[in-house]
């Protein structure tokens, strides 16, 4: 399951203005490889939308079917906010309406995109 948490108002191409549903997926614990230590995170990706800022408002809190994915992409640069440190990264995260399997799920593997657009 994922969680509509926020809505950002974006802009195409074209100049025309629309809306994106910030969703994010579960509570994850993940092994800090500096520390040795546990911290708690969740995953994060946008979807645009045809809704209204009236309409996305409404939504926050709304809960989705579907998981949180890292896909490959071309890679980029990504200036970490806190530190100003610029990093390449060779991915991104995007909703997945699939729940996945139990092997998906309990290993994090990267599940099988095959039959479904992104």
Known sequence: ?????????RQSKNGSKFYALILQGGLEMILSEESGRYYATAKQASVTSTFDEKTCQGLVGTKLPGRINRIVCEPFDYTIQETGEVVKINHRWAYNPNEGSMEEIVFDKEPSTEGVAF
């Open 1 to 9: 399951m994922v969680t509509i948490t926020d809505f950002a108002e």
